[in-house]
């Protein structure tokens, strides 16, 4: 492992989607009215704005309680998905285990796999819509065909490089409706 990994991830937190959500428009206004009020007090009145403690004591209870809300709920909806993702990751293995226990070819073994792994894919790609490739911008013009080749390239890996195997054109048909 890179011994700058930790700086490359920290590098990329500027371009994730969270932090830009946050940059653009709760940090720049809350911003922009801190440097306005600043620039006023500083440059245009001699008599500062100011405000006793009891104002500043109610407006940052008030910031407090409603982002304590927000967050809470936020973290109630990621408990509630990493609950549903794991009941699929043990459905998944418990098809998986069943599979290999009852079907009787390797063939079909081979292909109840495939399918299992590209379940996993899919649904990645169909609960995000950039399946986990945070670089793609949703800005771009060819944003659409960009994630078609991102998912066509990671069923590509679970199919072993077979295009024309059916299940994988019927998945890929699937993605393009």
């Not at 790609?125 to 950039?130: D, R, Y």
């Not at 295009?163 to 993605?175: A, H, L």
């Amino acid at each position: 492992k890179s011994v700058y990994r930790r700086l490359r991830h920290i590098l990329t937190t500027f371009g994730a989607s969270p932090f830009q959500r946050l940059l653009f428009p709760d940090l720049f206004i809350t911003s922009a009215i801190a440097g306005g009020l600043t620039y006023y007090n500083e440059f245009v009145d001699t008599e500062a704005l100011w405000m006793d403690g009891k104002g500043l004591a109610a407006g940052t209870t008030a910031i407090a309680l409603l982002s304590g809300f927000r967050l809470n709920a936020s973290y109630g909806r990621y408990v509630e998905a990493r609950t549903l993702l794991g009941a699929v990751n043990t459905a998944s293995r418990d098809l998986a285990s069943n599979a290999n226990m009852w079907l009787t070819t390797e063939e079909s073994k081979d292909r109840m796999m495939r399918l299992i792994k590209a379940f996993s894919v899919t649904l990645i790609f169909h609960l995000n819509a950039k399946g986990g490739h945070n670089q793609i911008r949703r800005n771009q013009a060819n944003f659409r065909d960009q994630v078609y080749s991102e998912f066509r390239a990671e069923l590509l890996d679970v199919f072993l490089g077979h295009e024309r195997d059916e299940d994988f054109v019927r998945i890929c048909n699937w993605f393009c409706t």
